[in-house]
């Protein structure tokens, strides 16, 4: 099930903050975040682990509420080149209880950043 | 290291021609995944390998797609025939292994299908 993003854009000054959220209906494993410029491919920012375990960027921060299967992505002191959309992709397990590291990505955050 | 490496880049053909994707992931990465993005939305994954097993074709249009990772290293996406709701970037991508790891993801092959 797709996990769902708010807000759908948002637009920013340099320096101002963001967050980004992502919502699931079901148990989730981990989300992960990705950001995407326009005719590129998707980028690497973070993945979040039930636990608490984080692996990414250093200047990304993120939170996962296991219990809500909420998480969201701050962006401080934004920078121009921030802009792009952003996607959620959440781990979910299957109907038998497993996973093998699927993905379901969010419809995307669009952030642009205006100097 | 190189990343993961697609081809063609772009791609147009009419409806219910064949047409084939080539991928070749980072050196190493057991996993690999090809993704349909159409335009405006987020990647939907198409079919997951891990080395040259499938652990994930669910949403595979069996009667259409077919994928293949022979050797477990470069893998092929086919789809025959064509129909216009196939236009779309499909992205290859390529992770150490299924979970908790960084997917790399190639420069992918925009589909248009007239």
Same mark, same amino acid.
């Given at each position: ?12 000054? %340099?320096? %101002? ?16 975040? /990705?950001?995407?410029?326009?005719? %590129? ?7 979040? =682990? ?24 701050? =962006? !401080? ?8 959309? /952003?996607?959620?992709? !959440? %781990? ?5 209880? !497993?996973?093998?590291?699927? =993905? !379901? ?5 669009? =952030?642009?950043?205006?100097? | 290291?190189?990343? +993961? ?13 064949? +047409?084939? @994707? ?26 997951? @390998? ?14 259409? @797609? ?6 477990? +290293? ?30 790399? @993801? ?6 248009? +299908?007239?």
């Amino acid at each position: 099930q797709q996990p769902v993003q708010s807000p759908q854009a948002v637009i920013l000054r %340099e320096g %101002e903050d963001a967050v980004i959220n992502c919502s699931s209906s079901k148990a989730l494993y981990s989300v992960h975040w /990705y950001r995407q410029k326009h005719g %590129e491919a998707p980028v690497f920012l973070m993945i979040l =682990l039930k636990g608490g375990e984080q692996k990414g960027h250093e200047k990304i921060s993120a939170s996962f509420n296991e219990k809500k299967q909420q998480s969201s992505l701050y =962006l !401080t002191a934004s920078q121009l080149s921030y802009s792009g959309t /952003y996607f959620c992709g !959440t %781990e979910q397990s299957d109907a038998g209880g !497993t996973s093998y590291g699927k =993905l !379901t990505f969010g419809q995307g955050t669009i =952030l642009t950043v205006h100097p | 290291e190189a990343g +993961v490496a697609q081809s063609p880049r772009y791609k147009i053909i009419e409806k219910r021609q064949s +047409v084939a @994707f080539w991928c070749n992931p980072i050196s190493g990465h057991a996993t690999l995944y090809w993704y349909q993005q159409i335009l405006g939305q987020g990647p939907k994954l198409l079919i997951q @390998f891990q080395n040259n097993g499938v652990v994930d074709d669910s949403q595979l249009p069996k009667d259409r @797609f077919s994928a293949e990772r022979l050797k477990g +290293v470069d893998s092929t996406l086919k789809i025959q025939p064509a129909k216009l709701e196939d236009s779309a970037v499909y992205l290859c991508a390529s992770s150490r292994g299924p979970r908790y790891n960084e997917q790399f @993801f190639g420069p992918g092959t925009r589909l248009t +299908v007239l």
